[in-house]
């Protein structure tokens, strides 16, 4: 298939844009199975498709931001994760006394989904909708019964916020090992309460997990086995250089905003955009930098995004790893040198490096008069969207990469879906039908021969009903399988968005399955959302 391409497309973004279309084709993922969108005279498989909760136009865009972990960064969680779970595990038993049997455990990496809400105190895992009422609830792995939900969690008068402290968010991939154990501490205590030491509960463990996992970050075990072979943990990703190149070449500003100190980040992005590793035959370098013009590492997020923080921006010597003091980004001579060791941004555009600092920093260093006119990308909803959006009115980018997966589905079980909505609504027909016969049993002037066949009628309803709720609560729960056997679809519990789908609709202006899906619009397209829809605007709808 001929590509034409927009007219605002540079030749870098040409080669971007093409490169994607033959990957996509390449790798068979535009086979006709699922819908396609069409950008000018492009076709986007819909699981690379970008999706807008608010109207965006990014010719008012000035500056393109990246968080790096899971975002640029795509780990592998069946490598990754189960590195900080087995790295938790040995905390736990060797700096915290938990048995030894703990280290013959195993970690599911399926098993966890994002959007779950740890209950701290019961030792509950829950996953909720919009509203915050509990859908699907199992203490460690065992599944709660209806019964048991409304009694915990459904007879407040006042309703609960499920925050912290008392409550702990899975809302990022890097929460997944740690949610795991804690389901598994809280089975073992249930199962052997002899072997936890006296006065541990679910709290308290909970709180060791958090500890263990802390442990394994500070002492460097999980950065430093990524170091080594970061292609066994990290996806190759060819598409990431002409995607920042797209953005450069268009006009606009790119930086970096990563939690990740400054080691961690070279190495990180020396392997995705030149695929060097410290030890392999090609060696870490600092040619990355050029594709961007700020990078901020150790920014300590969400915090980064008050203006008011208080932290001080340093400026980082890129070859040993040295900080050095700023004055809002302007460098400061040191006591007995003359001059600053390192020069403000010169004429060659060169990237500067920093660690700390907050969103003013950043606004002063890339020039930006407005919030409005920043796009950032992250794939953490509190520690990148929420606060960025929320404090400051960034204009935000969701990486959700379990979304590839979900549309996928979504699309294949479309008229599976569409039978399970014809289902609901001959349910609520039937019991439409015997709230209107029992009315008129109890305050209508009905004769006895009348009465008799509503009876009869009512009792035939009612077998009726029971049998369609049935078959109904078989097919949602053989829908919501297919998409996960425990938790079902990510944005969806029941008939209602989920709590995960909730937050990502208030917060990301945009949101995707990955970074890269930008690459496959113009950079001076006008995003616009769907039509919000209420009840009664959907039930005029045809299916």
């Known amino acids: 298939m001929k590509l034409i391409l927009l007219d605002q497309l ?82 736990l038993v060797y700096d915290l006394g938990y048995p030894k049997e703990l280290l013959e455990w195993t970690f599911d990496w399926n098993y966890m989904v994002r959007g779950l809400v740890l209950d701290k105190k019961r030792g509950n895992i829950l996953k909720m909708d919009r509203h915050k009422y509990v859908k699907v609830a199992y203490h460690g792995f065992k599944e709660l019964s209806k019964e048991e939900k409304v009694e915990i969690y459904g007879t407040s008068l006042v309703r609960e916020s499920y925050d912290e402290p008392a409550y702990a968010l899975i809302d990022t991939l890097f929460s997944l090992a740690e949610a795991y154990m804690f389901a598994q501490l809280v089975d073992f205590k249930d199962n052997n309460p002899e072997k936890i030491p006296k006065g541990v509960d679910y709290g308290r463990m909970y709180k060791d997990v958090r500890s263990a996992v802390d442990l394994c970050h500070r002492d460097g075990t999980l950065k430093q086995m990524v170091a080594k072979e970061p292609h ?13 190149e797209m953005i450069r070449d268009s006009g606009r500003s790119t930086f970096l905003v990563t939690n990740s100190l400054w080691d961690y980040t070279n190495i990180v992005m020396n392997f995705l955009c030149g695929g060097r590793t410290v030890n392999g035959p090609l060696a870490c370098n ?14 300590a997020k969400p915090g980064f995004f008050h203006e008011e923080s208080r932290a001080n921006l340093f400026e ?23 001059s600053p060791k390192i020069s403000l941004k010169s004429e060659d555009k060169a990237c500067r490096v920093f660690q700390g600092g907050n969103v003013g920093h950043l606004h002063n ?130 008939c209602q968005s989920s709590r995960f789908a909730h937050q990502v609709e208030r917060f990301a202006c945009l949101y995707t399955s990955h970074v890269s899906n930008l690459s496959m619009y113009s950079p001076e397209k006008y995003y616009r959302p769907t039509e919000d829809l209420m009840s009664h605007e959907s039930h005029i709808l045809p299916l």
């Open 10 to 91: 540079s030749g870098a973004s040409h080669l971007c844009f093409k490169s994607s279309m033959e990957e996509q084709r390449a790798s068979g993922l535009t086979n006709g199975v699922l819908q396609f969108h069409n950008v000018g005279s492009k076709e986007i498989d819909i699981r690379n498709q970008i999706f807008c909760n608010r109207s965006l136009n990014m010719k008012n865009i000035i500056a393109v931001g990246f968080d790096m972990d899971y975002t640029l960064a795509q780990y592998k969680s069946e490598t990754f994760e189960s590195l900080a779970y087995e790295g938790t595990v040995r905390k």
């Open 286 to 299: 600092f040619d990355w930098l050029k594709y961007f013009d700020v990078v901020i590492t150790g920014s």
């Open 316 to 338: 980082v010597e890129l070859e040993s790893g040295m900080l050095i003091n700023t004055d809002n980004g302007t460098p400061m001579t040191q006591i007995g040198d003359p």
């Open 232 to 244: 066994k943990y990290i996806n190759e990703d060819s598409t990431i250089v002409p995607l920042i």
């Open 365 to 494: 260093l890339l020039s930006i008069e407005s919030s409005s006119q920043v796009l950032y990308v992250g794939d953490h909803i509190y520690g990148d969207i929420l606060r960025s959006k929320k404090v400051l009115g960034w204009r935000t980018m969701l990486v959700v990469p379990e979304l590839a997966k979900e549309v996928e589905l979504l699309w294949e079980l479309r008229d599976w879906r569409k039978r399970l909505l014809l289902m609901k609504n001959e349910l609520d027909s039937v019991d439409d039908m015997i709230h209107h016969l029992n009315w008129s049993l109890k305050f209508g002037d009905v004769n006895e021969n009348d009465k008799h066949e509503m009876l009869s009628a009512v009792r035939d309803l009612e077998f009726k009903r029971d049998q369609e709720r049935l078959n109904h609560q078989e097919a949602q729960r053989k829908i919501h399988q297919k998409f996960h056997k425990v938790w079902g679809q990510l944005m969806k519990t029941g």
